[in-house]
């Protein structure tokens, strides 16, 4: 918020109606908060009851730090002493109020919304650079940071929670943007953070295993993502949809769609796609494409490689129809970009001619075998993947990680990612349970992920292909409850400066 703004103003929209006492619709507030620590005088303290705090237990708190008014869920408290207004729910009633305090800064932009399992953040970064290539100031919300037109700013949650993602967007307004993409996650869907927002464009760029540690089931997990396409696009948007990964995901998503304009994007499984690319040609250093679409067709050049990214350029493309840019601007300004950090991100030193290092973000089944056989054509020599698996988050995908990993790979390095509060070797030993017992010699273990990196750069050969998967652009590492520094690439390069030149060939097998 920028400037006080009253209490009819903060609660329009608010059914049923609000219950004011000692204060009434014309008093004023000077900010909204949830959190009773950032509370200044004359805010207004939103009491919201989540997974581990119920904010009612703070209302106390935020008063003695001088919240003027205490919004507060009516059967969650009794009587209070105070201005004070009673909402029946609270945490339903938050993402409008976070949209009324900062002025509903989407209603003055363009916005295009991406989910999916794997690909929202490298086509939300597509897109980005599409509009920019149109000339259009624009934000980017998602995993790896929030573009706000001049300036990146780091990003906790792939889709912030309300308070967070209204500010984000003011301010973005405020620079200028006319324009805005969100990558928006099955868990913000579920817990109403992207309400009230209505897209112009949304996409569904993939579907598989995920996050069963949050959702029942995979058609939980799947009815959670359709509601990007059923509750969140306006009536004249657009939804796209990548219908050669996941069919069945994709019908369900385009026909949840409330919009007119519902189109499938397709390399060529589907051949009466409303968006899909002929005339394919790949090559280590990218690929070129005939992409036909409802406003025309284009050839498209990107130095992306494998056929998911071409998913997520066709799935931008569409986004960006529906946000009304010119398809050949888009073509042309993606014919240079490399899409986003810690996405199959290459790693070098000057000096050291190889191994090739990739390190992607990778960190689902099927994210690991399409970033294998993404790499695998321009792989000369042995494929080599470091792997590992979160801990406190669906075990059930571990087997099938290591079993991915290792029947893609030449060489499969069982290590840690984030082991959190769970034992890092059982984690490996889950892992190791999917490797088939014909690829357990070509496997190693390396619980350490620092160490598992440096040996399998020490042990590769120059014309090898080292991918280090799972965290990706992530600089830190979650060990118990402890958050340490720990970039895969910085330790990879810290390993290609060590060394010494080829190894022994007989450490190959």
């Known amino acids: 918020m920028t400037a006080p703004i009253t209490l009819r103003r903060l609660l329009a929209g608010i059914e049923p109606a609000p219950q004011y006492f000692d204060c009434g619709p014309q008093t004023t507030i000077t900010a909204l908060e949830v959190d009773s620590r950032r509370v200044e005088p004359g805010a207004a303290f939103l009491a919201v009851a989540g997974l581990t705090h119920d904010g009612h237990a703070f209302v106390d708190t935020a008063r003695q730090r001088g919240a003027s008014i205490s919004i507060v869920q009516d059967d969650r408290v009794g009587p209070l002493p105070g201005a004070t207004v009673r909402l029946a729910d609270t945490a339903r009633a938050m993402p409008l109020l976070a949209a009324n305090a900062h002025g509903r800064p989407a209603d003055a932009l363009r916005l295009a919304g991406v989910t999916g399992t794997n690909g929202k953040t490298t086509t939300a970064h597509l897109l980005g650079t599409s509009l920019a290539g149109s000339g259009r100031l624009y934000a980017r919300l998602g995993t790896t940071g929030n573009w706000l037109v001049d300036h990146e700013a780091g990003a906790a949650l792939t889709t912030p929670f309300p308070l967070e993602l209204q500010a984000l967007l003011a301010d973005a307004r405020s620079r200028g943007a006319t324009d805005a993409v969100m990558e928006v996650s099955s868990h913000a869907l579920v817990q109403g953070r992207a309400q009230p927002l209505q897209f112009h464009a949304v996409g569904l760029t993939s579907f598989s295993q995920d996050h069963l540690d949050f959702h029942t089931d995979m058609d939980d997990y799947l009815a959670a993502k359709c509601r990007l396409a059923s509750e969140h696009v306006r009536d004249d948007g657009l939804a796209v949809a990548a219908v050669d990964p996941a069919p069945e995901a994709a019908r369900r998503f385009l026909d949840a769609a409330t919009c007119s304009r519902r189109w499938r994007v397709s390399r060529g499984d589907d051949p009466t796609a409303e968006i899909r690319a002929e005339a394919i040609t790949s090559t280590p250093s ?36 529906g946000l009304g840019l010119d398809l050949d601007a888009m073509a042309n300004a993606l014919r240079t970009t490399a899409g986003a950090p ?9 000096g050291v001619p190889g191994p090739t290092v990739l390190v992607d973000y990778a960190h689902t089944p099927d994210a690991v075998e399409r970033a294998i056989e993404a790499v695998r054509p321009s792989c000369k020599g042995h494929l080599v993947v470091v792997l590992g698996c979160g801990g406190d988050r669906d075990p059930g995908k571990r087997p099938q990680m290591g079993r991915v990993a290792s029947t893609g790979a030449d060489r499969f390095w069982a290590t840690s990612d984030n082991p959190r509060t769970e034992d890092p070797e059982t984690i490996v030993d889950m892992m190791l349970a999917g490797v088939p017992s014909d690829r357990m010699g070509r496997t190693d273990r390396r619980t350490d992920r620092g160490r598992a990196i440096a040996d399998a750069i020490a042990r590769a050969h120059d014309d090898d292909v080292v991918l280090i998967a799972g965290k990706g652009h992530e600089d830190y590492q979650v060990l118990g409850t402890q958050t340490i520094h720990f970039d895969d690439r910085e330790h990879a390069r810290a390993a290609l400066e060590r060394r010494p030149g080829q190894p022994d060939p007989a450490a190959k097998s």
């Open 286 to 321: 990218g690929m070129r494409a005939t992409v036909h679409t409802p406003m025309g067709s284009v050839t498209l050049h990107s130095p992306l490689v494998g056929g998911f990214n071409l998913d997520n350029l066709m799935i931008s493309l569409g986004l960006g129809l």
């Open 342 to 350: 810690g996405r199959l991100e290459r790693v070098t030193v000057a």
